[in-house]
């Protein structure tokens, strides 16, 4: 258990725009807050907000909210403890752990279990390559024919798998590890009564996901054995999912925010040498097609891909499909060939890093640019495979989302081609209504013909909930609960100066009322609490309240989709905010507040009153009524309302 005192020096700690939110999304400033897309969910326009100033983000599209410790826990699935730990690391922060034993080990859930089996299997692998004979001899030789320098073979924690049949897996076993969870990673595979190892003679890549946790491995064989595959993966499991996994995200993710560019290569040693060259913004599909969970991956972080590809013809094509994913998205692709017989890494071990950024800036051309021009010399002198050429090149533009785009592309590919611009443009609206019609006919298939139109229920409105007027206190008390306001008392030369907090605490618990919403009394009975002992809860604790139920309340309401722009106050026009008129604010929504409780007593002696025939008990309600009834017309005096008869 991490000590009250730890948490909360993470969560204030923690910078959420920047250093939280910020590696995993790309944030850009408006106001006082940050917005870009959600990452837990398919958006085009930013909804997704965090506030610096209270800590936490709102995902106004989806509903997602929290604090920095709940986003590590929604983003990488961790469970609190392990994203405090997370946080704690990542700020140096000390907390007290208890040590995990083998014991501990099995108490363990599945999913936490593959991840640390993952770790201790790549630390073994690490060991493997610097300290076996074996691992020197054949592994660390590679490496180093590579090019690779010691510092990057320990910042990718490259690593050697030794050719036995069950080396590590029998390590991992005598550490404590269980069978099944060999099994569940991939890394053991069950034969008969016995576990052996999958990578066998390999040198070895751990693939991280995007907060350095090694979720799977790459291990390729330095024989010249054909019918072992060059490369293997580690299989699909919980923790490992290779459609939505980039090799390098976590070592790449700052520079490609910092470039607002990501290069994609296909290999491991591609994303490695370039890393050492200095080039860190790049990221790998690991030989996979590219897919469009990797895509949304990259969007995160930026809109631009630069795609760097060897100079074989039909790789690119192939690529094609790939590329028509990442239009769709609305993202920019650019595509650089290197020379014939060269790839990102030997191109990068054979020249200075100045001369590879050099090349890379220089040779980037527009994806459909280079599309069109490299289809076009393939169907010189073909009228018929020309005019498969302007289909295929209408309907990858068809992809891009943006209209103002796609005309811009129109006219360039109509340039190229020497073909009417109209002639494109009528392709392109074509294919555009028949995207529309299949979209539209889907949508139709979706909805069960049996399903017959019900007049929706009028929804009753109930002149006594009190739901708003709690709502409205809570947020005052969140974010205003530290704040004084002055009020002159009769009596005394000098305004008396009230702390909202005691205040609406005060006096609520003066009228013994208490709230409907069992969430809103929680937070309440916080404030209450630590009033008692002089102390004001702050938001951040509040945000990160150990009982969840408080933490997403109180997130929900101090959340806000706008604040106001500082182009008023730039322009000397001064609006009032309501920290300007506290002391109205909380006297109203407290007058409020009692209305509603006064208005439901009245009603409920109204109906006794029907049905009571004791002629005493009539008079003990009708004097209550009374009373009851000259301080509701009071109450709405103060609000100024009128009261009809």
């Not at 350095?212 to 291990?219: A, D, L, P």
């Not at 094509?317 to 990442?326: C, N, Q, V």
């Not at 889907?442 to 409105?461: G, L, R």
């Amino acid at each position: 258990m991490i000590k009250r005192d730890d948490i909360q020096k993470i969560i204030e700690t923690a910078r959420i725009e920047e250093e939280v939110v910020g590696d995993f999304v790309s944030l850009k400033r408006r106001g006082v807050n940050y917005v870009g897309l959600c990452p837990f969910h398919n958006e085009k326009t930013p909804s997704f907000v965090v506030s610096p100033a209270k800590g936490i983000y709102k995902c106004f599209g989806c509903g997602k909210a929290g604090n920095a410790v709940n986003f590590v826990m929604e983003h990488e699935h961790y469970s609190y403890p392990e994203a405090l730990k997370y946080l704690a690391k990542k700020y140096s922060i000390e907390i007290e752990e208890e040590e995990l034993t083998p014991e501990k080990q099995q108490e363990m859930d599945e999913r936490d279990a593959m991840f640390v089996l993952n770790n201790f299997i790549n630390g073994y692998f690490r060991d493997n390559l610097f300290k076996s004979d074996e691992g020197k001899a054949v592994g660390l030789t590679y490496f180093k024919e590579r090019g690779f320098l010691e510092s990057t073979i320990e910042k990718f924690q490259l690593g050697y798998a030794k050719n036995s049949r069950n080396d590590y897996s029998k390590h991992a076993l005598d550490n404590g590890f269980k069978k099944e969870i060999l099994i569940k990673t991939g890394l053991g595979i069950e034969k008969g009564d016995e576990i052996i190892d999958r990578f066998r003679g390999r040198v070895m890549f751990p693939i991280h996901n995007l907060t350095g946790k090694v979720i799977g491995f790459g291990g390729r064989i330095l024989g010249n054995d054909k019918s072992t595959a060059k490369y293997l993966n580690s299989p699909q499991s919980e923790i490992y999912d290779k459609s939505k996994t980039l090799y390098g995200i976590y070592f790449a993710k700052s520079a490609i925010l910092k470039s607002d560019n990501c290069y994609l290569v296909e290999g491991y040693t591609d994303v490695i040498s370039m890393h050492q060259a200095g080039i860190e913004n790049v990221v790998a599909s690991s030989g996979t097609s590219l897919t469009i969970d990797q895509i949304k991956l990259i969007k995160r972080f930026t809109p631009n891909i630069t795609m760097l590809y060897d100079g074989d013809p039909a790789g690119i094509k192939a690529s094609f499909r790939g590329t028509d994913l990442i239009l769709e998205q609305g993202m920019n692709v650019k595509i650089v060939l290197f020379p014939e017989g060269e790839d990102p890494d030997s191109f990068v071990r054979n020249h200075r890093t100045s001369e590879v950024e050099e090349y890379i800036t220089g040779n980037a051309v527009d994806f459909i640019k280079f599309k069109t021009k490299l289809l076009l010399n393939e169907t010189e002198g073909d009228p018929a495979a020309r005019a498969g050429l302007i289909k295929d090149i209408v309907q990858t533009i068809a992809h891009i989302p943006d209209q103002i785009v796609r005309t811009v592309y129109i006219q360039e590919c109509s340039a190229i081609m020497d073909v009417p611009e109209q002639t494109l443009m009528n392709e392109l609206n074509k294919l555009i209504r028949q995207k529309f019609r299949k979209k539209t006919k889907s949508v139709e298939n979706e909805i069960p013909v049996t399903e017959t139109y019900k007049q929706p229920q009028n929804i009753e409105f109930d002149p006594l909930d009190t739901t708003y007027q709690e709502k409205e206190l809570i947020r005052l008390l969140l974010l205003y609960g530290d704040k004084f306001f002055d009020e002159k008392v009769e009596g005394k030369k000098e305004p008396v100066s009230y702390n909202i907090a005691k205040y609406v605490v005060d006096d609520l618990v003066e009228d013994e009322i208490e709230f409907k919403n069992s969430s809103y009394q929680k937070i309440f009975d916080e404030f209450k609490k630590a009033l008692e002992n002089d102390e004001i809860p702050k938001l951040s604790y509040l945000t990160s309240h150990p009982d969840s139920e408080i933490s997403e309340t109180v997130i929900e309401i101090v959340s806000f989709p706008y604040d106001l722009s500082d182009n008023w106050e730039k322009n000397k026009i001064y609006v009032k905010t309501e920290e300007d008129q506290l002391k109205t604010l909380t006297k109203t929504t407290l007058l409020a507040l009692k209305e509603k409780y006064l208005s439901k007593r009245l009603k409920e002696i109204e109906l006794k009153l029907k049905e009571e025939s004791d002629f005493e008990e009539i008079q003990i309600l009708l004097d209550e009524y009374k009373n009851l009834k000259d301080v509701h017309k009071q109450i709405n005096e103060a609000l100024e309302r009128q009261i009809l008869p």
